[in-house]
């Protein structure tokens, strides 16, 4: 059974909305807007975080963000308590905004903002909107990424990346994707990348300016380029033994 919406139902529910509407204004005023009226440099304690390492505030802007969606909420809610009350005073209060019907007294007890009926709700659309950001990360490292293409072998965002990255992460080796990493210095996307040389053989190597006389430099990855037998080896053959 329907319940007539009288003049004294929508008196009612008119009082409810008021009542709403004040506590959330005192409420909002109360917390000096749930925090966002002190500066964030007066929760850090400091006199200036621009030095600070995000995770040194990781608190205060936790915190903060709270305080974002909390305030964000309560103000869409005083934005919908205005519009149903705006409807009441131009007498449009009660048919659904989109279609012009009757909306049920029912639906307008157990929620005194509606202004749509319930097939008119747009919050009942489900939105399919993605965030900006999604065009430039993808693909990976967005638009500097320059691996795909065929004329640039340079410096790009995935090599920034690289650099940034060898400095240290919150990866460990046993939660690494890769199940032989047993080294920190090997968990940094293409670790195993020559730097500044393309062939292993090309980091020991070395001429004289003229370009002539080569010389062997025993350095680490002349050891190790021997050790995995890689490439000639008769490169050095009094230095080359077999088990």
């Not at 990781?58 to 309560?74: N, Q, V, W």
């Not at 449009?92 to 279609?99: D, L, V």
Request: aromatic share 8%.
């Amino acid at each position: 059974m329907t319940l007539p919406l009288t003049d004294q139902r929508i008196e009612a529910l008119r009082n409810r909305l008021l009542a709403e509407k004040h506590e959330l204004e005192r409420r909002t005023q109360d917390n000096d807007h749930y925090g966002l009226a002190n500066s964030y440099r007066d929760e850090t304690g400091d006199l200036s975080a621009i030095d600070n390492h995000p995770g040194d505030a990781g608190t205060e802007m936790y915190e903060r963000s709270k305080d974002l969606a909390l305030l964000e909420r309560e103000a869409f809610r005083l934005e919908r308590i205005e519009a149903a009350l705006a409807r009441m005073a131009s007498g449009e209060y009660g048919r659904c905004a989109a279609c012009g019907s009757f909306i049920p007294a029912e639906r307008l007890e157990a929620m005194p903002t509606a202004i749509y009926c319930r097939e008119h709700e747009p919050m009942q659309e489900e939105t399919r909107s993605r965030p900006i950001e999604e065009e430039f990360l993808n693909p990976p490292f967005g638009r500097t990424s320059l691996d795909e293409r065929d004329d640039q072998n340079g410096f790009d965002g995935e090599d920034a990346w690289q650099i940034v990255e060898s400095w240290g992460n919150s990866v460990t080796p046993a939660m690494a994707e890769g199940n032989d990493i047993d080294d920190y210095g090997n968990l940094s996307v293409e670790a195993d990348e020559n730097e500044g040389f393309v062939e292993p053989i090309e980091s020991f190597l070395a001429t004289d300016i003229t370009g002539h006389d080569v010389s062997v430099v025993r350095n680490r990855a002349y050891h190790r380029y021997l050790s995995h037998r890689e490439g000639d080896p008769l490169l050095e053959p009094d230095e080359w033994t077999d088990d």
